[in-house]
Structure formats: structure tokens, C-alpha cells
């Protein structure tokens, strides 16, 4: 059964099917039920959901009535971590399967301790609400103690008006206009135990989620998802095997074995992607030859021009008069 995203959620408790939502946001309404929108989209959606609904705090709203199911082997990974911290270090490792684009880490310090998270394009203040707002309603409802964020940055607007809304179900409210969506609690909170929670379970979907849910979406497991995951590391110029397994949503080690008995590696295949996209470059004459050696993670130009040389039999420059020559 496929599992219906928080938005959709909401918007099917409120009386809006499925069809209704995504003529509103202009989208696809099978990728809207596929959970397969970009974040452009996925604004687009949840504007939609706050006009349709005429709430402005729908994202909030939603958030609060969240329940672990919802995520499927991901929630029950999250809800049977041995207590707070080790949840959220869980979610920090499977979020990337939940939202396509996004980047995730845990953050730590002597006095706090949580989770931030970035995508590669600008999201709704909505979509932030009510990922914020879905884990703070599920840690409360598993360690049974109303926990308060200690600080909460949101990566986007502040809402038109009064933020009481915020205030009343956080505890505080957030700063809006980060560089970055942050959620933190007191490092005291991290120990606090999850009720009912079967830590080895926890353990073993987290090592199994990326397959479950690529089958709950009718997809191939990682290996489907892995030329995006490089890309988008290689974008964001960060495009390590430690990095690319976390948007995978699995260990850098299990990734490296699932290459192995594809009869790969993680360093062709990263070669693979970065040949493509520095042809793809190349023949983008509004860039220059320093600034695609930037994109693609080279430390000098000399350096890149060595590699695509190697790799093609002649240099970017080279190349680049071909495609100047062709029109």
C-alpha cells in the first residue's frame, strides 16, 4: 500500500482528494501520491493545501496530527531507537529517503544536541513546519514528556502576523531566515527513553529501510537511486562515498558492498557520473572552464583539464571549439 505523504495526508482529513491538490498546485497528481516531487513542487503543494484549507499555519497543523506509520519502516525505525538522540540520529540517516534532495546531519555540543537539514532548492515554510512539527508531536508521544526544542531555525520567510501558533505548540518560536532547517533540544533530553522501544529493530531497519521503501515505491533499491545521489553530491561539491550513502540512507560500508556485488565501485561509479556531467559542462558555453573545474570539485583548472583529457582524448578547450564550430 502506498503510503501517503504529511501534506496529502492532511489534505485528504480536510476532504481533498488527491486530484483536487495537485490541479491546485499545477503538479503531477501521480508523482503527488508517488511522493516523487522536487521541492519546487512540493511548495507548490503546500501553498496549495494553505489556500484550499485557508489556514496559514497548515504545515503546523499537520505536523501535529503525524503519526510514525506515516513513514513506514523509517517511523518504526525512528519510534524503537533506544531513546531521543539515538531517534533522531536515526532520522538524521533516513530522512534523504523521505525527502529526495535533502541533506541531513546531526548536530552536537556540550549543551544541545539535533538535527539540520538542507535541499538543493528552496522549500515551502510549510513543509519545514510540519517536519518539525511531526517529530517533536513523536518524540513527546514516545518518551511520554512534553519536551521543548531548545532552538529552532527555519530556512525560509517568518509567517505575516502573530506567531503565537508557534509558541504554543513549540514551546518557543522559531528563527526564520537561516541558512539551514534546525532543530535542537537540551542535551540533558537526550537520554530520555523511548517507551516501548525494541532498539535491535530499530538497528535492523535502519540497515533495511532503503530496500523496503524502494519496493513500497515499486523501485530498484539503491543502485536506482545512486547516479542522483552522486550528482547532487557533486553539486552541492561534497561528493564523497560517506556522503552519498547518507542521502542513501545507508552506511558507507553497506553501500560499498551492494557496489561490490553489482560488480562495481564506488569510485567508477562517481567517475562515471562526474564524466557526464563535465561533458554536459563543457558544452555549456556560458561557463568558463575554471568555474566547471569549480562544480565539479577540482582544485585547479589544470587539474580538470588533465582528467577530461584522460578521459576523452582531447582537452575541455578542444572540445568546447567542436561544439562552437557545430552552432
Known amino acids: 500500500m502506498q503510503r501517503r505523504s504529511i501534506a496529502l495526508e492532511w ?12 490541479a491546485a498546485a499545477n503538479v503531477s497528481a501521480a508523482q503527488l501520491v508517488a511522493r516523487t516531487l522536487d521541492a519546487s513542487g512540493a511548495c507548490r503543494v503546500w501553498n496549495a493545501l494553505e489556500r484550499l484549507t485557508d489556514d496559514p499555519f497548515v504545515g503546523l497543523h499537520a505536523g501535529q496530527a ?48 539535533g538535527i539540520r537539514y538542507r535541499t538543493l532548492q528552496a522549500g515551502s515554510r510549510h513543509g519545514v513546519d510540519a517536519v518539525f512539527a511531526a517529530i517533536v508531536t513523536l518524540l513527546r508521544d514516545t518518551t511520554g ?18 506567531v503565537d501558533e508557534y509558541t ?40 533495511h529501510a532503503p530496500e523496503l521503501l524502494a519496493r513500497e515505491h515499486g523501485r530498484a533499491p539503491v543502485e536506482h537511486d545512486l547516479e542522483g545521489a552522486i550528482q547532487n553530491a557533486v553539486a552541492a561539491g561534497d561528493a564523497t562515498l560517506e556522503t552519498v550513502a547518507t542521502a542513501l540512507g545507508v552506511s558507507a560500508r553497506t553501500l560499498q558492498r551492494r557496489l561490490a556485488q553489482l560488480g562495481t565501485t564506488f ?10 556531467r563535465a561533458l554536459q559542462l563543457v558544452r555549456d558555453l556560458s561557463l568558463s572552464i575554471d568555474e ?23 582537452s575541455p578547450a578542444a572540445a568546447r571549439a567542436k561544439r562552437w564550430a557545430r552552432g
Open 66 to 113: 503525524f503519526r510514525s506509520d506515516q513513514m513506514g519502516p523509517v517511523g518504526s525505525a525512528f519510534v524503537h531507537a533506544e531513546n531521543l538522540g539515538a531517534a533522531l540520529k536515526t532520522l538524521v540517516r533516513l530522512l534523504p529517503l523521505l525527502m529526495s534532495g535533502s541533506r541531513a546531519e546531526y548536530l552536537e555540543s556540550c549543551r544541545s544536541a
Open 11 to 22: 489534505a485528504s482529513a480536510r476532504g481533498i482528494d488527491s486530484d483536487e491538490l495537485a
Open 168 to 207: 504554543a505548540f513549540f514551546g518557543r518560536a522559531p528563527r526564520w531566515g537561516a541558512d539551514a532547517n534546525t532543530l535542537l533540544f537540551a542535551s540533558a533530553d537526550q537520554q530520555w527513553p523511548l517507551r516501548g522501544a525494541a532498539p535491535e529493530l530499530s538497528r535492523l531497519l535502519l540497515e
Open 145 to 162: 514528556r512534553s519536551i521543548t526544542p531548545c532552538q529552532i531555525e527555519v530556512h525560509g520567510s517568518a509567517p505575516v502576523g502573530s
Open 292 to 314: 566547471i573545474a569549480l562544480q565539479l570539485g577540482y582544485g585547479s583548472r589544470s587539474s580538470f583539464e588533465r582528467a577530461f583529457t584522460s578521459w576523452f582524448g582531447e
Open 267 to 276: 569510485a567508477s561509479e562517481r567517475g562515471r557520473v562526474i564524466q557526464t
